[in-house]
């Protein structure tokens, strides 16, 4: 079977665990990079221990400068207008294959620019919270937990860095506290350590991806990535990394910061392939590698930097064995697909913007064996979400999966009025009833995660520019006469006008906004509302604790008791939240949070029940995968 994971005694033999000789510390010196200088709220300490890390990162923005010249100097940039002579986000960045050194050197003197209106941070709360390990921030909103930044805050900034006399978007990039961490713990002669330095060099460079685009004001017109080259994902920090380690970047497990576990490289898609491979190889990272690259030997070796031919000489040093030619090779395999009970069929995964045609998630999958079939279809039979599946009739699964159909109806929004209209004609066919816990329903929403291939529908530079519809700013209960069922109306609703200009947004190819772009739907607002009140109550918020009284949101719309768990929040502040959330990138622990939140519902009373019951029945959550990787614990 395609499925393989990392096998313990593999990962010892190819060096990227349980290494029985002596560990060589790092003993990077040297500068560090101007765009690296700027620490806010660091101590000394914490900058201390970062110090491998920003070296390496350093020297990786070293070899990645021609990369970065075709980016920089963004003013000189002519992907930004297109063929009306509009300025506005491009769909693709090409790169220069082949950059003069005076094109490098003016890129470099530009970063050096762009470092004056950038700074770092370590967030303590931003992993725990959002599985961030790093994060690129288009606005300073101050104090943690950083929550998803949405359209309205970004325009504020914005406007408030040009009234400043700022020619360029000032960025702040926070890292997790967790590489600090690890590194203050272990021994610096310790596997850990090894990984920690290099996996925190790797997330400063990658941000440094992002910085390179969104440092221009015009990166917001509208809200999102291009691009890069002929990859296949719009995600430019992967794509710098993949760019300098030809064609792969360095991943930790994705589902808890350990660093006793092997790191590994994963393989970027590009269009060049043709096609989707049916599983994904992923090559354990030894630990003879990391040693290597954080000697100051290595870098030494390759001579000056501002040698003609440094980044290529660099990315040959750098780029992965994958063949086992020379050394023993450890990998593991996860399928790109998976099987859904919802459709009856395998499926491929879904991915952030895989802009191959005919291998999204509606493609069907050509060329599977009978055996990986079942044997999938077996593995993944009891996850909560295909339980809940299997137990549905023909005509529901018809009926979820038909949401584009009966709920878009192919229509294409081009502009907010056409949404908003569209959101008003939808409301009135949505309809959510109260039912007794044991009684069948018709689901409002039907295929949720039918998301359409992106694909261009108009030619490149010739996109419509539009923004992002946003949920009222206040919608709420109090002076509206609106009751909770209704509200819940009003966002899955606008959920429906939200679905039509995610549509829109994919088939035209130019780039859907950050928070629809990360995967963010209407159906995730409502579940994760759910889950941002809990962390709330974590940090005790009063605001959000109140919002999930039983009383409010949870709670049974009629129950008019004096009681304490009467709320205070106003519906503006509660609906605050729910665009902003976070989008569960580990899978398995969303599962397993979802299942016993579910579990928990069902055993409390009639009205927090009901409410459970419609966020389940809202959420239309597609076949998870909650495959449990052995990392080399």
Known sequence: MPRKEFDTYELQLADAI??????????????????????????????????????????????????????????????????????ELPNEIPLNPDPSLSDIREAEEDLRELAKDLKWRVNNTMHTKMKWMGVTRLADTGDEPWRPLNYDTVKAWDQQARARGKTRRPLIIGIMGEYVKALKESDPRSEEHLRAIFMAGITIAHEIGHAIFHNDFRSFNPMGEPYVGDDCEAEMGFSFISWIFSGFHPQMSPNKVDFKRTLFWEPQYTLSMGKRPFDKTCYAIPIYYLEEKLSQKFWDDLGPPHQANFSARARKALRPDTDGKTRRIAIGKEPNWSYSYLRLRPQWNRSNGFRMPGYNERDKIVGLSSEEIEYE?????????????????????????????????????????????????????????????????????????E?????????????????????????????????????????????????????????????????????????????????????????????????ASESYMLGDPEDTDDDDDEPSVDPETALRFAPELWIAENPEDYEEEMEREYEAAERARGSRSHMADIYDRVRGDDDFDDEDFNWGD
């Open 18 to 87: 349980d290494v029985e000789r002596p560990i060589k510390a790092s003993d990077l010196t040297g500068d560090i990079h101007d765009i690296f200088k700027t620490w806010d709220q660091a101590d000394d300490e914490t900058y201390e221990l970062l110090v491998p890390s920003l070296l390496l990162a350093s020297r990786l923005i070293d070899v990645g400068m021609p990369y970065i010249s075709s980016f920089l100097p963004s003013k000189n940039k002519g992907f930004w207008v297109n063929e009306d002579g509009k300025e």
């Open 377 to 449: 279809k077996e593995r993944v039979k009891d996850t909560p979400t295909n339980r809940r599946y299997a137990a549905m009739s023909r005509k529901e699964r018809e009926t979820r999966v038909g949401l584009i159909n009966t709920m878009i109806g192919g229509d294409y929004y081009d502009s907010e009025p056409e949404l908003e209209e569209a959101f008003n004609r939808k409301r009135v066919k949505i309809k959510i009833e109260d039912e007794d816990e044991d009684s069948q329903s018709q689901d409002p929403w039907p295929g949720a995660w």
């Open 451 to 547: 998301s359409p291939a992106r694909e261009s529908r108009h030619p490149p530079g010739n996109q419509r520019e539009e923004t992002a519809p946003m949920l009222p700013e206040n919608p709420g209960l109090e002076g509206s006469g609106e009751t909770v069922t209704e509200m819940v109306q009003d966002i899955a609703a606008r959920g429906a006008a939200l679905h039509g200009f995610v549509r829109r947004r994919d088939e035209s190819g130019s780039g859907l906004p950050e928070r629809l772009n990360s995967g963010l739907s209407i159906l995730e607002e409502v579940e994760d509302y759910e889950e941002e009140v809990e962390r709330e109550e974590a940090a005790e918020d009063e605001a959000a604790r109140r919002l």
